[in-house]
């Protein structure tokens, strides 16, 4: 994997070939089927992260979520899989233009009622939500990564949650001990390396 790709999946590059893939994954008795593509985070397979995260917060949560904002949505698949089993109405949001039109492809693929929007973090957010999850653009930079997990607060329900997933070696310490300050802040499950976290406003 070079620097170049690297780059692509939170950026765009109107040069880059397409070269569609076929991505499946199953829980609860129920089949996914994504559409990636180059230029795009884990175009090959569903991402380890993104999938302990979907399965820990499936199992651990017990509120009623109605409304799921995906923040760094990729081709969509953390909004798909928790939108449809939930079930609850999700919105994605990227700075990734293929990866906005892919998480349109997939969301009637997988027949999920969805908003997908272009959005620089949240500056095209205007609603509040009982649940922001996210897989944050690590190689971004701390500085995009940190403005994801402080800036959710402000788009948060009174009752909601934000969840999301960073490796040991990514920071994920440092992250639990900066963003206590302003959440109550959990490591809710560990595994290979990836730091599950569920941070809450009160």
């Not at 829980?27 to 985070?41: P, R």
């Not at 380890?48 to 799921?68: A, C, D, H, R, W």
């Not at 995906?70 to 999700?90: M, W």
């Not at 639990?176 to 300050?181: F, M, N, P, T, Y």
Request: with cysteine; glycine share 6%.
């Amino acid at each position: 994997m070079n620097g170049d790709f690297l780059e692509h999946y939170f950026t765009n590059n109107k040069d880059l070939k397409s070269e569609f893939r076929i991505l499946t994954y199953e829980i609860k008795q129920k089949t996914f089927t994504f559409i990636s593509d180059n230029g795009v985070f884990s175009k090959n397979k569903i991402d380890f992260g993104s999938q302990l995260l979907v399965e820990t917060f499936l199992k651990q949560n017990t509120k009623k979520i109605t409304t799921v904002l995906d923040v760094g949505c990729g081709y969509g698949f953390i909004g798909i899989v928790l939108s449809a089993l939930l079930p609850a109405h999700a919105t994605f949001i990227d700075v990734n233009k293929r990866a906005l039109h892919l998480t349109e492809k997939n969301c009637k693929e997988n027949k999920v009622s969805a908003e997908v929007l272009f959005s620089d973090i949240y500056e095209n957010i205007q609603k509040s939500y009982d649940l922001i999850i996210t897989n944050p653009p690590i190689r971004a930079g701390k500085k995009v990564v940190y403005e994801i997990l402080q800036k959710a607060k402000e788009h948060l329900n009174a009752d909601g949650e934000l969840w999301f997933v960073i490796r040991r070696e990514q920071g994920a310490k440092s992250a639990l001990r900066d963003l206590g300050a302003i959440y109550t802040i959990d490591v809710i499950k560990k595994e290979h390396g990836f730091y599950i976290f569920r941070a809450k406003t009160s």
